[in-house]
């Protein structure tokens, strides 16, 4: 497992995650965590967290997972689709992401993603699926 403290925070450097403030907060094998603050950077016009926020944060969280499986076999992680369903809005404070591997195949990884706020309701879940290519 890779806490916050030895994460690479260099990871995400020059990337929309680090203009939308996302932290990754734990990775093992299969299981991804982070959050993202719920501020101007990340508010829909209706001072709301955005939905294309959401979705960035549950694709790193997934995409973060399957670089971790694969990185040590030569290869990379890309997203090919991904999915999501908004079911609570927030307007401030922060988001939590957990990430955990439905289907990892040579070719393809499924991931599933639950974001929801601090007291622990469900915000999104989403779907999203990765393909394995050879750099």
């Not at 907060?25 to 294309?52: A, N, W």
């Not at 076999?73 to 609570?88: I, P, T």
Request: net charge neutral; charged share 25%.
């Amino acid at each position: 497992m890779i806490n916050e403290q030895d994460f690479n925070k260099d990871f995400g450097k020059g990337t929309i995650a680090e203009v939308l403030g996302i932290e990754i907060t734990s990775v093992e094998e299969g299981i991804v965590k982070g959050k993202m603050p719920v501020d101007s950077r990340t508010h829909q016009p209706y001072g709301m967290l955005h939905g294309g926020a959401s979705v960035v944060l549950a694709e790193t969280l997934g995409s973060i997972g399957s670089h971790f499986l694969v990185e040590n076999k030569g290869k990379a992680a890309v997203g090919l689709e991904v999915n999501a369903n908004h079911l609570k809005s927030i307007r401030s404070g922060w988001v939590f992401g957990e990430a955990r591997i439905v289907k990892k195949g040579g070719r393809v990884h499924v991931w599933s993603i639950e974001l929801k706020d601090k007291e622990g309701e469900l915000i999104c879940t989403s779907r999203l699926t990765v393909m394995i290519v050879t750099l």
